[in-house]
């Protein structure tokens, strides 16, 4: 059963994971969070604990046939745009959340790899880890470890590097961590530093001697690593003094899915959710006589925090990391912070000070044109990029009488997108738009002719592509986005044609790092079609179409026309859904 889809534009959160009758951790702790960052949240209960902040004193399990009846009623009725797990406590119910995961195609999943409590308790059985392993963490987007957590998750690692420590000590064997557990499955890593012992100055690691003095009073690195870029970004914030640090796992997790669910991209969902993390923190609560709660309404207490939390600001403010800053090198946000010795080919994300306004807006506006549209559109999208058509391509199970039709009807496709593409030409208000369209008319007649040549190889000639019929779904699609630019401007045009670049972007990247992929011209048919659409030339394309669509909506207004955003998601989600049906013609080698 898929994901209900999205009427509204409430971001929809979902946390399974174990109660904290305490209500410092677990769902109480993610729930709170989804609401401090404005994001409806659900709940599915895997365990009920006895604990409060000096540990837990019992666990009693949840019926796994009672789990799934809640994910079900959730995910049927209501609908996830992202989620995250916490506490599942043995392999049985791992395997049987994984099980419904997979069936519920959620956009986002964040695995938190809970397995030890802040006051020492172990939350997941020994047996569980490997089940962890094989069926969880191949879903995830990202895994928030700790280091403890990491090492326990490195020894599962297969073909372990020699390199790899056995424990890790410093941002160097986060690093290498990172990558490692990165071939779990999941495409982002974020290794939490809080457990690590670093001198403020050098940021080496302290000897265990040392470990105590210090651990009050220097600073915490969290090292995020994109397992397709291959790119880390380091995040260094200023170690708050306070033994109220209960539930600080569940809230960054928390954090970070209801920042997905919103729009943001992972990097600045974990940012964001690093910044709200620190500030609850720095507010904790001092209840109880062991470990206290985080302050998850910190903003409601703080003039300062609330008025920052309603005002609608964009990010500019002194203190914020330029966000085009992505070459590697390190972007510092204060110019008093020095650059991490040793760090210098990372980014480096200094959150320094804390303060709402350094962070900007923790809450997110829509800043990104794009990801609004996919956010919006996410069961679509998802059922369009992870469509039963590309996944054949990815293990090559996809019968070849429906990729030779494909290949027919998309040479069909590719006449009129060059047609769309002119008549986006007509439609610029600039001579540089009117260049950039005609020039993708230019590359769309030499990709037709690499298209005819590709068929070849497949044993279509030219005379069978130019005496093939047009399919009732090549004629719904190709006639729809023309009549969007015909009756509308060229951002609505450009809207409609969005999906067929971003969509096979992301298909691209997506079958081309997947560890399910046969990634063998011998072996897999298909893998040439996939390499295509992961060529730079090609990602270049997607990225400079995402730089138009993002201009487009700020010169027409888009921000401050509610109905106009409304019907370009619209249009949006008709397309990808068109976008759908191309690939349900292909499979099935419909007319």
Not at 281 to 292: C, E, F, M, S
Request: with cysteine.
């Amino acid at each position: 059963m898929t994901t209900a889809i999205n009427p509204t534009k409430v971001p929809r959160a979902l946390t399974v994971a174990g109660s904290d009758c305490g209500g410092g951790a677990g769902i109480q702790a993610d729930l709170k969070t989804f609401t401090a960052l404005a994001t409806y949240g659900m709940s599915v209960l895997t365990a009920l604990t006895a604990q409060n902040t000096l540990g837990v004193t019992d666990i009693h399990a949840v019926p796994e046939d009672f789990v799934r009846a809640q994910f079900t009623a959730v995910i049927s009725d209501l609908g996830v745009d992202a989620m995250k797990t916490g506490m599942l406590f043995s392999a049985s119910l791992i395997e049987t959340v994984a099980d419904l995961v997979r069936d519920a195609q959620i956009p986002y999943l964040v695995v938190d790899p809970v397995m030890v409590a802040t006051s020492g308790a172990h939350l997941l059985a020994p047996d569980a880890v490997s089940a962890l392993v094989a069926s969880l963490l191949p879903l995830a987007t990202l895994i928030t470890p700790n280091a403890p957590e990491a090492d326990v998750l490195l020894q599962h690692v297969p073909d372990r590097s020699p390199g790899l420590p056995e424990r890790i000590r410093s941002i160097a064997d986060m690093k290498s961590a990172a990558a490692a557990l990165h071939t779990l499955g999941p495409r982002y890593v974020l290794i939490k530093g809080g457990h690590l012992a670093l001198d403020p100055v050098t940021l080496d690691p302290l000897h265990d001697e040392d470990a105590e003095a210090t651990a009050q009073d220097g600073i915490v690195i969290d090292v995020l690593y994109d397992g397709v870029t291959r790119e880390y970004t380091l995040f260094k914030s200023s170690r708050v003094k306070t033994l109220n640090t209960h539930g600080t796992g569940c809230t960054l997790s928390a954090a970070i899915t209801a920042l997905l669910a919103s729009g943001a991209t992972v990097p600045d969902a974990v940012r964001r959710g690093v910044a709200y993390t620190h500030q609850a923190i720095v507010h904790a609560l001092p209840l109880g006589q062991g470990h206290g709660p985080l302050n998850h309404a910190f903003h409601l207490r703080s003039a300062t925090a609330a008025t920052a939390l309603l005002e609608d600001y964009l990010p500019g403010p002194e203190g914020y990391v330029d966000e085009s800053v992505a070459n590697g090198k390190v972007a510092a946000v204060a110019e008093e912070e020095e650059k991490a010795e040793g760090a210098v080919e990372d980014r480096v994300v200094v959150l320094s000070d804390y303060g709402w306004r350094v962070e900007s807006r923790l809450i997110p506006t829509q800043r990104s044109f794009v990801q609004l549209l996919k956010n919006a559109c996410s069961a679509e999208w998802h059922a369009y990029t992870k469509h039963k058509f590309v996944l054949g391509m990815a293990d090559s199970t996809l019968p070849e009488a429906s990729f030779r039709h494909y290949l027919t009807q998309d040479y069909i496709f590719l006449t009129h997108f060059a047609r769309c593409n002119a008549l986006a030409a007509y439609k610029a208000q600039s001579m540089a738009d009117t260049v950039f369209s005609a020039e993708i008319v230019c590359h769309i007649a030499r990709e037709s002719q690499l298209h005819v040549d590709y068929c070849a190889e497949w044993g279509i000639s030219k005379a069978e592509l130019s005496a093939t019929k047009e399919a009732r779904a090549n004629l719904a699609y190709t006639r729809f986005t023309l009549d969007r630019g015909m009756a509308g401007d060229l951002l609505d045009l450009r809207a409609a044609l969005a999906p067929c670049l971003l969509g096979y972007g992301d298909i691209g990247m997506d079958l081309c790092t997947s560890e399910a992929t046969v990634k063998d011209h011998e072996k897999n048919r298909y893998w040439k079609w996939i390499c295509n659409y992961a060529d730079n030339d090609y990602q270049q394309a997607v990225r400079d179409g995402e730089v138009l669509l993002e201009r487009l909506a700020v010169e027409y207004g888009v921000w401050h026309a509610p109905k106009r955003i409304e019907a370009l998601v619209e249009t949006f989600r008709k397309a990808t859904l068109l976008e759908c049906g191309f690939w349900e013609m292909g499979w099935n080698v419909e007319w």
